[in-house]
T-cell receptor, first 112, second 112 residues
Framework: GENVEQHPSTLSVQEGDSAVIKCTYS??????FPWYKQELGKRPQLIID?????GEKKDQRIAVTLNKTAKHFSLHITETQPEDSAVYFC???????????FGKGTHLIIQP | DTGVSQDPRHKITKRGQNVTFRCDPISEHNRLYWYRQTLGQGPEFLTY????????KSRLLSDRFSAERPKGSFSTLEIQRTEQGDSAMYLC??????????FGDGTRLSIL
């Protein structure tokens, strides 16, 4: 089955700086890669996603890049703000499966 | 449309008891997913339905777990003979076909 590795587990950045979270996946047939943000005690919320036929997608301060050859994808947050503090999870959906496989999460801390 | 709804929010039970959780998906969504999340980890896929058909089950879903979606709308997840290791947040998500999955707030299960 699919295996997703996520790094780093904790990331602390100064407010206004950029943050990058990286994930690798194992199943070359995986075709869909969402990112979720989860605040303490709340539901995971989809913030951006990318499909395997696209290399990059951007939505305001958030962007995701996908390298299918290397089987890795990354989340980029620019001009970070205090409300960006949360746990971020990457996930992959393998070919032939509809359940998502999640990484272990990155705790993003925005320092004022 | 109020999103994915789960009930109860918190369930405390003694080891060995049976518990049942309910999930009401977003009304037009034909797919419904169950995940389990333990502290400090990403959600782990358990099972998924397309309409009333259960199409995929994770190896994590032991024979003590059963899920139903009898009319293709709400779903129930039952755990029989609960064990300490079943303590977790049980998350439900729904989607329209292969569109992004949207999560509910979850049911937190605590086994005494």
């Amino acid at each position: 089955g699919e295996n997703v590795e996520q790094h780093p587990s904790t990331l602390s950045v100064q407010e206004g700086d950029s943050a990058v979270i990286k994930c690798t996946y194992s199943d070359s047939a995986s075709n869909y890669f969402p990112w979720y943000k989860q605040e303490l005690g709340k539901r995971p919320q989809l913030i951006i996603d990318i499909r395997s036929n696209v290399g990059e997608k951007k939505d305001q301060r958030i962007a995701v890049t996908l390298n299918k050859t290397a089987k890795h994808f990354s989340l980029h947050i620019t001009e970070t703000q205090p409300e960006d503090s949360a746990v971020y999870f990457c996930a992959a959906r393998g070919g032939g499966a509809d359940g998502l496989t999640f990484g272990k999460g990155t705790h993003l801390i925005i320092q004022p | 449309d109020t999103g994915v709804s789960q009930d109860p929010r918190h369930k405390i039970t003694k080891r060995g008891q049976n518990v049942t959780f309910r999930c009401d998906p977003i009304s037009e969504h034909n797919r419904l997913y169950w995940y389990r999340q333990t502290l400090g980890q990403g959600p782990e896929f358990l099972t998924y339905f397309q309409n009333e058909a259960q199409l995929e089950k994770s190896r994590l879903l032991s024979d003590r777990f059963s899920a139903e979606r009898p009319k293709g709308s709400f779903s129930t997840l039952e755990i029989q003979r609960t064990e300490q290791g079943d303590s977790a947040m049980y998350l439900c998500a729904s989607s329209l076909h292969t569109e992004p999955q949207h999560f509910g707030d979850g049911t937190r299960l605590s086994i005494l």
